[in-house]
């Protein structure tokens, strides 16, 4: 592994977020080469230091990030063009299968293929916060001027895997507040008085996840606390409330109707993770 500041790094696309990408690495010391498909973007860079490719061709060729809308438009730039040598680092959004594919095209373009998923916004970009997942093969550089970087193995969909994985989790919590905030704002109750009781039924439930985690990995599920029927009997008064107030009660019908299908299943008197069952199939 090279010094951390002193690798070269090209960042190809120059939006919110690659803009955020290369004033990270210029502000830890990199020699940093920029490129956009609108130059002007890069004005800000090249006035702070970065080097203007003068076309795509001279941004390949060494440790090289790309991060764009979407994987059509990598696979639109770079096109038939030869990537020998260039270690290709893709931190554009996608889900695993197209992190696969661009991987096996970029290795039959003579490139080293790393894909990654940014989970950050731009100004946390630079600091701890910034969470970036890579997968692929191992770097032999550093990209920790970006935030906390984590290599998640060789296969190439493991970092987009992750990303979505993450994101079920953030939306499908912030969705859990909202439809609580929504019953209580019924009674009165405003979002930023039931944020803090919310925040700590979220932490509570973080909690449990290293226990049930192994129960998944073990395959057994002993109702040491609750049985799945205990839960569905509380997730009726949740239908039930969510109806009977007038809000939505989509969310509450989704999760009683998974529980209801699980306990059909003869699982009712196993613990809550055994749900593990209905989200590994397709579902209805
Ligand atoms: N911004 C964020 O907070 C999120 C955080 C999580 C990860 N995402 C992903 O990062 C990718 C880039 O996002 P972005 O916010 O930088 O997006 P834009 O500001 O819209 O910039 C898009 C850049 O892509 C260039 N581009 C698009 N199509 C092409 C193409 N066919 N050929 C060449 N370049 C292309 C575009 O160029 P231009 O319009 O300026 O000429 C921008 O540089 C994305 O995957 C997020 O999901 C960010």
Request: aromatic share 6%.
């Amino acid at each position: 592994m090279t010094d951390k500041t002193n690798t070269p790094i090209s960042v190809v696309g120059l939006g919110l977020m690659g803009t955020a990408l290369a004033r990270a690495f210029l502000k830890a010391g990199h020699p940093t080469t920029v490129w956009n498909r609108t130059a002007a973007k890069a004005d800000s860079l090249v006035a702070e230091g970065a080097r203007l490719a003068p076309a795509i061709g001279d941004a390949l060729g060494g440790v090289t990030i790309v991060c764009l809308t979407d994987y059509s438009a990598v696979r639109e730039l770079l096109g038939d063009a030869r990537l020998d040598g260039t270690t290709l680092v893709n931190l554009t959004s996608g889900d695993s299968a197209q992190a696969r594919e661009t991987a096996a095209w970029a290795e039959k373009q003579g490139a080293r293929y790393l894909d990654g998923a940014i989970m950050a916004i731009p100004s946390s970009i630079g600091t701890d916060e910034a969470v970036i997942l890579l997968s692929g093969p191992l770097p032999d550089f550093d990209l920790g001027a970006l935030g906390t970087v984590s290599h998640l193995g060789e296969d190439p969909g493991l970092a987009s895997l992750y990303d979505v994985a993450g994101l079920t989790m953030m939306w499908s919590v912030l969705n859990a507040w909202l439809q609580g905030t929504a019953m209580l704002k019924t009674a009165g109750v405003d979002a930023a008085t039931y944020a803090p009781f919310a925040r700590q039924i979220a932490a509570g439930v973080a909690d449990w996840l290293p226990g049930y985690a192994e129960q998944i990995d073990q395959g057994s599920f002993p109702a040491e606390v609750s049985a799945l029927e205990t839960d569905a009997r509380a997730m009726a008064h949740m239908v039930e409330e969510s109806e009977a107030l007038g809000v939505n009660a989509e969310l509450p019908k989704l999760i009683k109707a998974m529980a209801d299908r699980a306990i059909a299943a003869g699982h009712g008197g196993e613990q809550y993770p055994v749900l593990i069952r209905e989200f590994e199939r397709p579902g209805e």
